[in-house]
């Protein structure tokens, strides 16, 4: 079943408050502002045929980690650990604070 990211902004909105820490021009600042166009979530409805389940990890966010995973050149253990504890990641995927991300295995294709 797909996953979609939530839109609403909450009380652990890392976006809505600490975006002002990310670089102008940073990769993690483009992809806070831009993962949603570049990596829109119904165009990976095909990917996922099934209404059944529990939804997915919203595509986007997992193209959006695969790109800071190339970039940073880490493991899918290591761009999990970044995905738990760091700012920026959390900024450019558009996760709440208190997100604890996910297993590796789900990077593995």
């Known amino acids: 079943m797909l996953g979609s990211e939530d839109n609403q902004v909450g ?3 890392t976006e809505a408050f600490c975006s002002k820490l ?3 021009g940073s990769i993690y600042e ?3 502002k831009n993962r949603r166009r ?8 095909h990917l996922y045929p099934s209404k059944l389940g529990r939804p997915s990890i919203p595509p986007s966010t997992i193209a959006s980690i695969m790109v800071l995973q190339t970039l940073e050149g880490l493991s899918d253990r ?7 504890s760091n700012l ?6 558009g996760l709440r604070l208190d997100d604890e991300g996910f297993s590796p295995n789900v990077l593995n294709l």
Not at 38 to 45: A, H, M
């Open 38 to 45: 570049l990596f829109p979530d119904e165009k990976f409805v």
């Open 78 to 84: 290591e761009a999990m650990e970044q995905v738990r």
């Open 30 to 32: 483009f992809l806070s």
């Open 22 to 24: 990310l670089k102008p």
């Open 11 to 13: 009380l652990t909105d």
């Open 88 to 93: 920026y990641w959390k900024m450019a995927l």
